[in-house]
């Protein structure tokens, strides 16, 4: 069978919400990549970009739980503003990230107050990566403090 014919037929097994879900999340990759160039190009951006690369080093060194949710705010906002979700990550932090142990906590506290994101959001928004965060989130699945909806990268999480 031609390629594009099991390519329809797989479309049309799709559920509408799936197939939504799938453009949604297109439309955001390209927004980011978007937002990317525009920061390559624009001075502010770049600045902006270098101060949270320059936050993503002192939460890499820092271990005052104040400093750290400080500079977690800071890198927050002004990813935010770059419309980037974290793509000036390091891996020394996201090592430091899961070494600390407060994963979980931080994990389920920011499910909480941030009802339906998907793991990519959840992981930019605690300045790691979403592989170091599924295996915590799984553990918290299997605990019944967390449930999800949908599948695969459309996943999105609630607390239970």
Known sequence: MPKKQQESIRRQRRSLDQQIEALQSKI?????RDARKQAKTDPVLRLVASAVKSIDKGLALTENAGMRKGLGEARSILAGSLGID???????RRRTAAA????????LSYVRSNPG??????????STD??????????LIAAGQVRTEGQKRGMTYEAV
Do not use: C, F, W, Y
């Open 117 to 126: 994101q998907r793991s990519e959001h959840i992981a930019a928004a605690l």
């Open 100 to 107: 600390n142990g407060d994963l979980p906590e931080a994990l």
């Open 130 to 139: 979403a592989a170091t965060i599924r295996p915590v989130m799984k553990r």
């Open 28 to 32: 955001v990759a390209l927004r980011e």
């Open 86 to 92: 974290g793509a000036q990550r390091t891996p020394a």
